[in-house]
């Protein structure tokens, strides 16, 4: 079953997980404040690749999905 | 003298003769009456007692009524009143049947739109699972082990759910849509996820 922002017939999923990034976070904060492990940071990146180019680059304002 | 009494006993036991079968003959009527509503309303009773059961209660009362006026030896009012019960008897069959489809219209809806949010749903709380799995250490305040538990729940329900819809049982399959929703949730509680339309996860 695909998860994240759609489902397989395209429809936007309400329950997809976001997060607005604050001033100061970086994706290892994310990832820290969801899943208890900053290394994950690379799945909310794969996760986002659609608006993000660089792992280390993410600006305030951006919603990012969170898998 | 003795003429004069005999005839008026002969005239009074033929009265009462004359009333007796009179009463009588109006007895096989009444209970026939009575059979042919007792009838109607078996034949509508399943539905009915599902979909309109104060309506059934209602014809039901009114025959238990001509029933005591039957005991009663009261056959002219059992005459009298069945007609109209046996018409609202007779209308029971139809009134269920309007009621349940609309109920099973209704249900319907219900379900084309759980089938189409539910498996979003399960996906997303499935993810979450499935990267807190990966994780060291889950952020405080998560129970991982309770959300997979329910997740687990809420897949074998939606299992179940799908297959009574195919068996075109559609209530069974709302229900059971109904608790995959709620394991579903729970899950996502267990996580600290927040859902929409949901209470906010305390702490």
Not at chain 1, 22 to 30: R, V
Not at chain 2, 180 to 192: D, F, N, S, Y
């Amino acid at each position: 079953m695909d998860s994240n922002d759609k489902s397989a017939t395209g429809a936007a999923n309400p329950y997809a997980q976001t997060h607005e990034v604050q001033k100061g976070d970086t994706l290892g904060k994310i990832a820290q404040q969801y899943y208890g492990d900053p290394g994950l940071y690379m799945q909310i990146f794969e996760a986002n690749k659609s608006q993000l180019k660089d792992p280390n680059k993410i600006f305030p304002g951006q919603k990012l999905v969170i898998p | 003298m003795m003429t004069k009494q005999y005839k008026l006993a002969g005239f009074l036991t033929m009265t009462a003769v004359l009333l007796l079968a009179a009463c009588a003959s109006q007895m096989e009527p009444a209970q026939t009456a009575i059979a042919g509503i007792e009838s109607a309303i078996s034949s509508a009773s399943a539905d009915a007692s599902k979909y309109i059961p104060d309506q059934l209660s209602g014809v039901q009362a009114k025959l238990a009524d001509l029933k005591a006026d039957f005991d009663k030896k009261d056959y002219k009012a059992v005459l009298a009143g069945a007609p109209a019960l046996l018409s609202e008897a007779q209308g029971l069959l139809g009134a269920a049947a309007m009621k349940k489809e609309a109920v099973m219209k209704a249900l319907s809806a219900d379900w084309t739109g759980m089938a189409a949010s539910l498996p979003q749903l399960v996906a997303t709380v499935k993810s979450r699972v499935d990267m807190l799995s990966k994780s060291k250490h889950a952020p405080a305040g998560v129970d991982l082990a309770a959300a997979k538990t329910n997740l687990a729940d809420a897949t074998t329900l939606w299992g179940k759910a799908q297959a009574a819809f195919s068996a075109n049982n559609v209530e069974e399959a709302v229900n059971a849509a109904k608790e995959v929703k709620a394991k579903a949730e729970a899950a996502a509680a267990a996580l600290k996820m927040k859902l929409p339309g949901a209470a906010p996860a305390a702490g």
